[in-house]
């Protein structure tokens, strides 16, 4: 990332994504299963979960002054885990409708904030500019496990729908 604030169209980007997947998913497509015990809703509440972080970041940063404490790497996987039961437990369509306000609302307050204030710039923010890197990342992960149950025939010679392939 650099201080011309191009993660702006990055996440903007990301956002029109999450949007176009979320509103094409049926109930069924946000149930299927995923690895690691996550669910396709239950990826999209992940989303949800480290964005909302951010925005509650912001807010203890300004009500203090002071920036929160960064988490260490090796705290991701614990915290993925300890909230995966928790996300699993919303309605899957409602997981990814959260997902996508909080990254609407993510997005519209990163866009607001001076590069310097924000990570990598500055290397003891808590507040990630690039929202768009993780959406990506699982975004990618959704659209693949889809395509591969997709192509998955359920009865032989034909595709999840029924249609021959």
Request: aromatic share 6%; proline share 8%; no cysteine.
């Amino acid at each position: 990332m650099t201080a011309d604030r191009s993660y702006v169209e990055e996440n903007r980007t990301q956002l029109a994504r999450l949007r176009a997947l979320v509103d094409r998913l049926s109930d069924q497509e946000l149930s299927r299963p995923m690895e690691a015990g996550w669910t396709v809703a239950g990826v999209l509440g992940h989303l949800a979960f480290w964005d909302q972080r951010v925005l509650l970041l912001f807010e203890q940063w300004e009500k203090t002054g002071q920036a929160p404490p960064r988490y260490g790497q090796e705290d991701v996987d614990w915290i993925n885990d300890a909230s995966r039961p928790l996300i699993h437990a919303i309605p899957p369509v409602e997981a990814a409708r959260l997902a996508l306000r909080i990254a609407q609302e993510t997005d519209d307050l990163v866009a607001t904030l001076p590069p310097d204030r924000l990570s990598p710039i500055d290397p003891d923010s808590p507040l990630y500019a690039l929202r768009a890197a993780h959406r990506s990342e699982h975004l990618d992960d959704v659209e693949a496990a889809l395509r591969a149950r997709r192509a998955k025939p359920d009865r032989p010679g034909t595709t999840e729908d029924g249609a021959t392939p």
